[in-house]
């Protein structure tokens, strides 16, 4: 199975994202040794032409892509720990689940995160 690609969509000005940007970081080092995972850190404003016309709704927005197929695209709340667990949820899916979590996330707008980074 393809590594998953895990973006966080922020802003420099939110304080919000600033102060998250530390426990994003240290989520790599609290994932089960299985799963194998791409970091990105993107910042919405320096990647606003790639982003299109894709608007988050609010910040951060994690956003998780395996191969071309998005399977994931929403704000959640800084909490470590439920990232963690929905990181760990999405490594583990694949085939119809994945097919129908990348129809679900395709609302969101966002294009492929490989070409922001």
């Known amino acids: 199975m393809e590594p998953l690609l895990v973006a966080c969509l922020c802003a420099q000005w939110c304080g919000i994202c600033r102060d998250w ?46 191969g071309s197929d998005l399977l994931y695209c929403a ?19 694949d085939g119809a689940a994945a097919r129908q979590m990348t129809q679900q996330a395709a609302k969101a707008g966002l294009p492929d995160l490989r070409s922001l980074i």
């Open 75 to 93: 704000p959640l709340p800084q909490q470590p720990a439920l990232w963690l667990r929905v990181l760990t949820e999405l490594a583990r899916v």
């Open 21 to 66: 940007r530390a426990g994003f970081d240290a989520l790599a080092a609290q994932l089960p040794p299985d799963v194998a995972v791409r970091w990105a850190w993107i910042d919405v404003e320096d990647r606003a032409d790639a982003l299109g016309d894709f608007e988050p709704p609010n910040f951060p927005v994690l956003a998780v892509q395996r």
